[in-house]
């Protein structure tokens, strides 16, 4: 499962509070994303980092930021939830030389 | 941006028989092409993969086709199985982003 976990795996909150996801990877990738997979839409690309502090937005970036202050951890954080950001969120790596990426095991997010 | 179409939404199969996913993807730069098993619960788990600049790949009961000047490319899976039964994505990456189709969801009835 190429050393990725997620923290953490479920959590139900509520509009207005402020969020924040982790992502672990044991592995030293400097690549990592991160992804939200609704109902027909697939998954799609929220924001990634390529170094640490080197970070670029996404396909649907708005209403979330990142941080990554260490090569194993990628923080994504939901500053003010809205019901909208209710999903399943995705951590990725992707190895250097690669192009395949590999997901972590996912967070349950549902904001009432 | 890239955008990926996948078809079809949904796909019902009898036990040894075939199933075909097909995907367009609209950047004729993107190069290179995965696909995607995702069980009920689980991470999506890379099953195969292409790039741009072969025409197929086959890894046993599974295997992939590109057609570069079309802009569309495949998933075969051959003599399927019960355990086959799951939602399959396909994606293109262009430039370290990747954009996914919207799933097919495949059973394979006993």
């Known amino acids: 499962d190429a050393g990725i976990t997620q923290s953490p795996r479920h959590k139900v909150t509520e509009t207005g509070t402020p969020v924040t996801l982790r992502c672990h990877q044991t592995?030293?990738?400097?690549?990592m994303y991160w992804y939200r997979q609704d109902p027909g839409h697939g998954l799609r690309l929220i924001h990634y980092?390529?170094?640490?502090?080197?970070?670029d937005k996404g396909e649907v970036s708005d209403g979330y930021s990142v941080s990554r202050s260490k090569t194993e951890d990628f923080l994504l954080t939901l500053e003010s939830a809205t019901s909208s950001q209710t999903s399943v969120y995705f951590c990725?790596?992707?190895?250097?030389?690669?192009?395949?990426?590999?997901f972590g095991p996912g967070t349950r997010l549902l904001v009432l | 941006g890239e955008n990926v179409e996948q078809h079809p939404s949904t796909l019902s199969v009898q036990e040894g028989d075939s199933a075909v996913i097909k995907c367009t993807y609209s950047d004729s730069a993107s190069n290179y092409f995965p696909w995607y098993k995702q069980e009920l619960g689980k991470r999506p788990q890379l099953i195969i993969d292409i790039r741009s600049n072969v025409g197929e790949k086959k890894d046993q009961r599974i295997a992939v086709t590109l057609n570069k000047t079309a802009k569309h490319f495949s998933l075969h899976i051959t003599e399927t199985q019960p355990e086959d039964s799951a939602v399959y994505f396909c994606?293109?990456?262009?430039?370290?982003?990747?954009?996914f189709g919207a799933g097919t969801r495949l059973t394979v009835k006993p």
């Open positions: 994606a293109a990456i262009l430039n370290n982003d990747m954009r």
């Open positions: 980092s390529y170094g640490v502090k080197d970070t």
């Open positions: 990725a790596i992707r190895p250097g030389g690669e192009e395949t990426q590999y």
């Open positions: 592995e030293n990738h400097r690549y």
